[in-house]
């Protein structure tokens, strides 16, 4: 009769232990996910920016007749198409040196951040802009290429497009922003107007032109108004001291070859003061209700921004939909402040491995703190403190065989990468809830900050509690915003 035998328990924790520390030294040892930067390509596209003359560029009318069209089977509005511009083919840079462009360009961006959080925090807080008094201050002509553009400081118009404004259409350069939502434009007769591209809006010119009453929703509307001969007046003003100020109206805005809206509120500024190159006004596609995208009840609407770098062109779309393979996130709303899209946000991995953070650390608490938003105005995004340690340190982690260099202004991860023509470096993805991700480019979170080689980690901490994904990590991916259904979409490689 055969008998049964035990293993011993000292054998059993021994097999037990040495399973873990197998499956341990494997996990540890495993191939990370690597992407490849193309260094060259990236040092070339900083190098010819700096000698780009945006005269050679192919006019927006020319541009708008081979714009594509991303149409959705699901919306019966029409769909609008106009097309969409970095600032460095509106108007040639003074700058001789990319390192200073790139400084230039980070000032602006600490600019609209502060301007961002500062708006959040009245709106947070319950204090009215009419509360508010510019503070005076001087405008150096040194800093004339620096725009003024939305909020109280933004200071930063990075992507321009082209729309017909009255009844026969004028055309003219307008700087797109989703951090504001105000429409307004220079127009005559000027008591004081700065410089700008196009020849000055006359309202005369236009039969469709038609002052606001004082008594109508969209004047009651404004965060800053007033009332003249039974005309609504309103103010935009910018803590640097720039403004607008001028009448309310509505008029006619058409979108290239693909139709026009009558009736669009906007400000007609006959007083207006700032830096804002070139551009006529500009375009406020946020989600209140004086923005151009709830005044044309627009279900969705996306843009796609090319390199800043870059003299190619993109384009904004109203009513598009969501391209079907759009990694969708979703799109998330501030009972405070109508103004900002937020996006569910819940983490990132790096080198394909889940970057490890507290649970929700980008939550939006129940008084509008937290939260994150898509910004198509900032440039580098900004993270909670805590999560960009963790983000930059497990990068840091996976690129030990790269040289370093020194930090460039916000930037304190940099690489000198002056002897490679391209290099391997750890994938990076963020996470949204409902489990999906979206993989980053290389060139959209490793970028040159000199024409020599080094590049830095495109992120940075911030105080605040508001984190922001800015357009450096948008470039080259169409965002869309489908309003109807409260998603965001991000379709890389749709420009």
Same mark, same amino acid.
């Given at each position: 009769?055969?008998?049964?035998?035990?293993?011993?328990?000292?054998?059993?924790?021994?097999?037990?232990?040495?399973?873990?520390?197998?499956?341990?030294?494997?996990?540890?040892?495993?191939?990370?996910?690597?992407?490849?930067?193309?260094?060259?390509?990236?040092?070339?596209?900083?190098?010819?920016?700096?000698?780009?003359?945006?005269?050679?560029?192919?006019?927006?009318?020319?541009?708008?007749?081979?714009?594509?069209?991303?149409?959705?089977?699901?919306?019966?509005?029409?769909?609008?198409?106009?097309?969409?511009?970095?600032?460095?083919?509106? *108007?040639?840079?003074?700058?001789?040196?990319?390192?200073?462009?790139? *400084?230039?360009?980070?000032?602006?961006?600490?600019?609209?951040?502060?301007?961002?959080?500062?708006?959040?925090?009245?709106?947070?807080?319950?204090?009215?802009?009419?509360?508010?008094?510019?503070?005076?201050?001087?405008?150096?002509?040194?800093?004339?290429?620096?725009?003024?553009?939305?909020?109280?400081?933004?200071?930063?118009?990075?992507?321009?497009?082209?729309?017909?404004?009255?009844?026969?259409?004028?055309?003219?350069?307008?700087?797109?922003?989703?951090?504001?939502?105000?429409?307004?434009?220079? %127009?005559?007769? %000027?008591?004081?107007?700065?410089?700008?591209?196009?020849?000055?809006?006359?309202?005369?010119?236009?039969?469709?032109?038609?002052?606001?009453?004082?008594?109508?929703?969209?004047?009651?509307?404004?965060?800053?108004?007033?009332?003249?001969?039974?005309?609504?007046?309103?103010?935009?003003?910018?803590?640097?001291?720039?403004?607008?100020?001028?009448?309310?109206?509505?008029?006619?805005?058409?979108?290239?070859?693909?139709?026009?809206?009558?009736?669009?509120?906007?400000?007609?500024?006959?007083?207006?003061?700032?830096?804002?190159?070139?551009?006529?006004?500009?375009?406020?596609?946020?989600?209140?209700?004086?923005?151009?995208?709830?005044?044309?009840?627009?279900?969705?609407?996306?843009?796609?921004?090319?390199?800043?770098?870059?003299?190619?062109?993109?384009?904004?779309?109203?009513?598009?939909?969501?391209?079907?393979?759009?990694?969708?996130?979703?799109?998330?709303?501030?009972?405070?402040?109508?103004?900002?899209?937020?996006?569910?946000?819940?983490?990132?991995?790096?080198?394909?491995?889940?970057?490890?953070?507290?649970?929700?650390?980008?939550?939006?608490?129940?008084?509008?703190?937290?939260?994150?938003?898509?910004? %198509?105005?900032?440039?580098?995004?900004?993270?909670?403190?805590?999560?960009?340690?963790?983000?930059?340190?497990?990068?840091?982690?996976?690129?030990?065989?790269?040289?370093?260099?020194?930090?460039?202004?916000?930037?304190?991860? %940099?690489?000198?990468?002056?002897?490679?023509?391209?290099?391997?470096?750890?994938?990076?993805?963020?996470?949204?809830?409902?489990?999906?991700?979206?993989?980053?480019?290389?060139?959209?979170?490793?970028?040159?900050?000199?024409?020599?080689?080094?590049?830095?980690?495109?992120?940075?901490?911030?105080?605040?509690?508001?984190?922001?994904?800015?357009?450096?990590?948008?470039?080259?991916?169409?965002?869309?915003?489908?309003?109807?259904?409260?998603?965001?979409?991000?379709?890389?490689?749709?420009?």
């Amino acid at each position: 009769m055969a008998s049964s035998s035990k293993l011993p328990v000292s054998f059993l924790f021994f097999f037990f232990f040495l399973s873990f520390l197998v499956t341990a030294t494997l996990s540890r040892h495993s191939p990370q996910a690597t992407t490849t930067l193309d260094v060259s390509a990236s040092l070339k596209q900083a190098q010819h920016i700096l000698s780009f003359d945006p005269q050679s560029l192919t006019s927006f009318v020319q541009a708008q007749s081979a714009a594509p069209f991303f149409n959705s089977s699901s919306s019966s509005s029409s769909v609008f198409s106009i097309p969409l511009h970095s600032r460095g083919s509106l *108007r040639k840079t003074h700058h001789t040196d990319y390192k200073n462009l790139v *400084r230039s360009r980070l000032d602006r961006d600490s600019s609209r951040v502060d301007s961002l959080t500062t708006k959040l925090q009245l709106a947070l807080n319950g204090v009215k802009k009419s509360e508010l008094r510019p503070v005076p201050t001087e405008i150096r002509p040194e800093a004339l290429s620096t725009p003024v553009i939305s909020g109280t400081s933004q200071g930063s118009g990075e992507y321009f497009s082209r729309i017909g404004v009255g009844n026969p259409s004028k055309q003219f350069y307008m700087v797109l922003d989703t951090g504001s939502d105000i429409n307004w434009i220079q %127009c005559e007769p %000027c008591s004081d107007c700065y410089q700008q591209s196009d020849p000055i809006f006359n309202p005369s010119g236009s039969s469709t032109y038609s002052p606001v009453s004082c008594e109508s929703k969209q004047c009651s509307s404004l965060e800053v108004s007033a009332c003249r001969s039974e005309k609504c007046l309103y103010q935009v003003s910018y803590g640097d001291g720039s403004f607008t100020v001028g009448e309310f109206v509505t008029e006619t805005v058409s979108f290239g070859n693909s139709g026009s809206i009558n009736g669009v509120a906007l400000g007609c500024g006959h007083d207006n003061e700032g830096l804002f190159v070139g551009a006529a006004g500009l375009l406020g596609l946020g989600g209140g209700p004086l923005s151009l995208t709830s005044q044309i009840k627009a279900t969705s609407f996306s843009y796609c921004l090319v390199n800043r770098d870059s003299a190619a062109s993109s384009t904004l779309d109203f009513n598009s939909g969501l391209p079907s393979d759009s990694v969708t996130a979703p799109l998330l709303r501030n009972r405070k402040i109508d103004t900002f899209y937020y996006v569910g946000l819940t983490g990132f991995s790096v080198g394909g491995q889940p970057v490890q953070l507290p649970p929700g650390l980008f939550d939006m608490d129940a008084s509008g703190n937290g939260g994150v938003i898509v910004d %198509c105005g900032t440039a580098v995004t900004r993270l909670q403190t805590q999560a960009y340690n963790a983000l930059r340190d497990a990068f840091v982690k996976l690129t030990h065989d790269l040289p370093t260099a020194s930090g460039v202004a916000l930037f304190d991860t %940099c690489y000198d990468l002056s002897s490679r023509t391209s290099v391997r470096v750890p994938t990076v993805a963020f996470h949204f809830g409902g489990g999906q991700s979206l993989d980053l480019p290389a060139k959209n979170y490793l970028i040159p900050v000199d024409s020599s080689g080094v590049f830095c980690f495109a992120f940075a901490p911030t105080s605040s509690s508001l984190s922001i994904i800015g357009n450096v990590q948008q470039q080259g991916t169409r965002v869309s915003f489908d309003l109807a259904n409260n998603k965001v979409g991000f379709s890389p490689r749709k420009c």
